[in-house]
């Protein structure tokens, strides 16, 4: 029972263009969203995260956006450049107790950025 | 300015022998956090740890699996009769508190032979 999935394994987007990576959750009590960075033999890097009280937060070229009605947030790198190649992982958490730090995460999407 | 540090980052094991997984969090970080992460699977908690303190193992399976965070000294990680089901990469993950970021470690790969 997958409470975060990230349903494209993979990703392959041109040097320059945007990037979208994109993440579904079941769990409405989820109300804190990160995503992290991780290239093979790594652990995960924080990247940039955001409350349920916003809908867009941005950080140089990431923009991550949440749909609360839907249920669904998503990563836009622009533009892309081949160092970002790597996989990315959505996680979340809920307010108050276990949840707070019990990230939940999906099962990550591999991006490729081509030159 | 070292980062959250995990010893050893590969570690081979027949079954039924002991592994130790050792992580250092960062410096003035008192919260530490295992997370396991399958072949072709997101990274799923396991354990929180305060010094001295399991705050919350329902992560953890209940047997062979154990984990401490002692007042000196790295926390540890520890799987007794490992089985080729343990093979993982296991990461640790260290905070300032259990609300701020999450912090994480190279991890540690574990293959049972």
């Known amino acids: 029972d997958q409470q975060v999935k990230q349903n494209s394994p993979s990703l392959s987007v041109q040097e320059g263009r945007i990037s979208i990576l994109n993440c579904d959750y079941t769990n409405s009590m989820f109300d804190y969203f990160l995503w992290y960075k991780k290239y093979p033999a790594e652990g995960p890097t924080f990247l940039i995260s955001i409350s349920s009280i916003k809908d867009k937060n941005e950080d140089g070229r990431f923009t991550v956006f949440l749909n609360k009605s839907a249920k669904h947030l998503s990563l836009h790198i622009v533009p892309s450049q081949p160092g970002d190649s790597a996989v990315y992982f959505c996680a979340a958490s809920e307010p108050g107790g276990a949840g707070s730090y019990q990230l939940t995460f999906g099962k990550g999407t591999k991006l490729s950025v081509i030159p | 300015n070292a980062g959250v540090m995990q010893n050893p980052r590969h570690l081979v094991r027949r079954r039924g022998q002991e592994a130790r997984l050792r992580c250092s969090p960062m410096k003035g970080h008192s919260h530490v956090y295992w997370y396991r992460q399958l072949p072709e699977e997101g990274l799923k908690f396991m354990v929180y740890l305060q010094k001295e303190n399991i705050i919350d193992e329902s992560g953890m399976p209940k047997e062979r699996f154990s984990a401490e965070f002692p007042k000196e000294g790295p926390s540890i990680l520890r799987i007794q009769q490992v089985v080729r089901g343990d093979s993982a990469a296991y990461f640790c993950?260290?905070?300032?508190?259990?609300?701020?970021?999450?912090?994480f470690g190279p991890g540690t790969r574990l293959t049972v032979l």
């Open positions: 993950a260290s905070s300032k508190s259990s609300y701020n970021e999450q912090f």
